[in-house]
């Protein structure tokens, strides 16, 4: 592969990467080359298989505008569905010979005279190309927790995100440390088969409910008759979590209902007093990504399920302690403990003009101008990137935004050889998000994977989708420069 050059390379094979790919073949743009680490595309949804991984965002709105997902029967879609999904999007674009798989970039560095950009695969190939979008997401690196003595358990462990299906889990002691999303979807399923389930809580997460992943016998022969109906209900679903659930991250208008309706649902869902204590949450509504889920707290109700609140002090060789001197054996661990989601594109080494380290610029937490680019970086674009990720809508249609965003910044070049965000752009952007984040729920002091480890919230979007909408529909040349 070495000596390729492309107009484009993209960094990436999952929504962001197969989005951007699509943009580019939809405007006539051949030349691009999308680099792919695993074996196909898919990214978040080809990694996690662990058992009930599912989306909780209803699969009508989980989807591209271009390619919407048609269906009379799936409300919200599960990991099988969406990665079915993605390939079938990738070959009715036309996109699989643009892709290399098993190919994952080290590094990219621009050369300021040539104006192109040099990215080093792991395997030492390089590949030039003029401009270059990383679409690495922010789910992708697993995260392990720090607790004495992990090492020594003899057992097997492993992340959610690299589910070892190897294992039996039959009739085991089965030990989940965590319990976000991916523990409430878990947790269920892994009660059914395991002899017993111990789940270990740092904190509790406020869960509101979720409805059945299959639309009714009325909606099945609406969607089946009426195919118009099901464009009308990804919009109705859009605006409603548009209007009614971004207001919680400025704890506005939404966020008392919301809290009565999570309350009500742990009320309705856990009868036992003391079960209930340990699942109510001590932070506000949002402050923490929200649970979607009807499944998690029936399932931590069984015989065969305890929920422990008391703070790990350590594992060992046999299983773990808890800082009131209690051992509780295990035969397996699973660490259901999220992602590396504040550290943006490592373990990628990006250097730009004048042999600038993006690290070495983001020291203090990563950000971009809308989340797309940053000065001293000319022709380089980041599709995910900080503060732009959603806890309240599709993060498909975020996504698209910064898509087109990027695609108005290419025609830029049309008339020049390279575009870079101002410096005073990204200042007074800077500005304007520091002031938002100020106002916002993730001030409340709870720990989450919104935040670095200095505290500085460096993932989440802080407003409406449509305010973010309006943002990358403006015309560009203000705030970039070419050159």
Known sequence: MSGEHSAVAIVGAGFGGLGMAAALKRAGTDSFTVFEKGDDVGGIWRDNTYPGCGCDVPSHLYSFSFAPYRSD???YPGQRDILAYLQHTTDLEGLRRHLRTNTEISSAEYDEAATRWTLTTRDGDRHTADVVVFAVGQLHRPKLPDIAGRENFTGPAFHTAQWDHAQDLTGRRVAVIGTGSSAAQLVPRLAEAAGQVTVYQRTANWVIPKPANEFGPLTRHAFGRLPALQSAFRAATYLAADLGLSPVVSRGWSARPLTWLARRHLRRQVPDPVLRAKLTPNHPIGCKRIVIDSTFYPA???????????TIERIDATGIRTADGTHRAADVIIYS???RASEFLVPLDVRGRGGARLHDRWT????????????????????HGPNTILGHNSNVFIIECQVHYIMNCLRLLRDARAVEVRAEAMAAYRQWLDKTLAGTVWQAGCQSWYQNPAGRVTNPWPMST??????TRRDPRPAFRTS
Request: hydrophobic fraction near 45%.
């Open 300 to 310: 931590l109700s069984q015989n065969n399920v305890d929920l422990v609140a008391d």
């Open 337 to 339: 403990t999220g992602f």
């Open 73 to 75: 029967t799936v409300r």
């Open 466 to 471: 449509m305010h973010y909408r309006r943002l």
């Open 364 to 383: 203090g937490g990563a950000e971009a101008y809308l989340g797309i680019a940053y000065p001293e970086f000319p022709n380089m674009f980041l599709i």
